[in-house]
């Protein structure tokens, strides 16, 4: 591709991806996210705090249950406090793919909007049946009185259906440099 080519097509993503969310995503600092490494990094520190997220208030209210001495409140303050550091990694996360899941349309090129599409299929294709049976398994469980449990395979089974487009798009991309940085040492 030659520099002046380069410069347009440079220019048309700089006016294409305008605001301040595009501007968040495309900031310099972002870049370190951007590689198959921290890609992959991001995805198990997101799952994680998924499983911390959903685990801990869980017990805390559990012990409240068994020791009206524990305060409730403090079940209402895990969950806030656990919820600060997940959101944040799920920005990264989304950052490592240059943001192509908040992003409009019109903020994204073709190629972008064929990674995001792909990874939503991929994701609603393998979630469908795990949620069916998600679904039956809390019914199940809530039906047998066992709210507790219910109540936390429930919230798994809710932040992987939101996560799991993020967590393939980011897996492909990481794939994707993996293959890259192989065949880039192959030429040289």
Same mark, same amino acid.
Request: hydrophobic fraction near 50%; glycine fraction near 6%.
């Given at each position: ?6 410069? !347009? !097509? ?12 595009? /501007? ?6 972002? !870049? ?15 799952? /994680? ?68 599409? +792909? /990874? ?18 809390? +019914? ?9 449990? /219910? ?7 809710? +932040?992987?259906?939101? +996560? ?25």
């Amino acid at each position: 591709m030659s520099p002046a080519t380069n410069a !347009t !097509t440079a220019s048309t993503r700089a006016e294409r991806r305008r605001g301040p969310l595009a /501007a968040a995503f495309d900031h310099p600092s972002m !870049t370190r996210y951007q590689n198959a490494g921290a890609r992959r990094r991001l995805i198990g520190i997101h799952i /994680a705090l998924t499983l911390i997220l959903t685990t801990i208030p869980q017990l805390l209210y559990l012990w409240h249950r068994q020791d009206a001495a524990m305060p409730l409140w403090a079940f209402a303050v895990a969950a806030v406090l656990l919820f600060i550091p997940w959101m944040f990694v799920t920005g990264m996360v989304n950052g490592s793919v240059y943001g192509i899941f908040d992003l409009k349309d019109a903020q994204l090129d073709e190629v972008e909007r064929q990674h995001r599409d +792909a /990874a939503y299929r991929t994701a609603y294709r393998v979630m469908f049946p795990f949620t069916m049976v998600g679904i039956g398994m809390v +019914a199940g469980l809530v039906e047998s009185g066992r709210l507790a449990l /219910a109540f936390w395979c429930g919230a798994i089974l809710f +932040a992987l259906v939101l +996560a799991l487009p993020q967590y393939i798009a980011a897996w492909r991309f990481a794939a994707h440099d993996t293959v890259d940085s192989t065949t880039m040492g192959d030429d040289a």
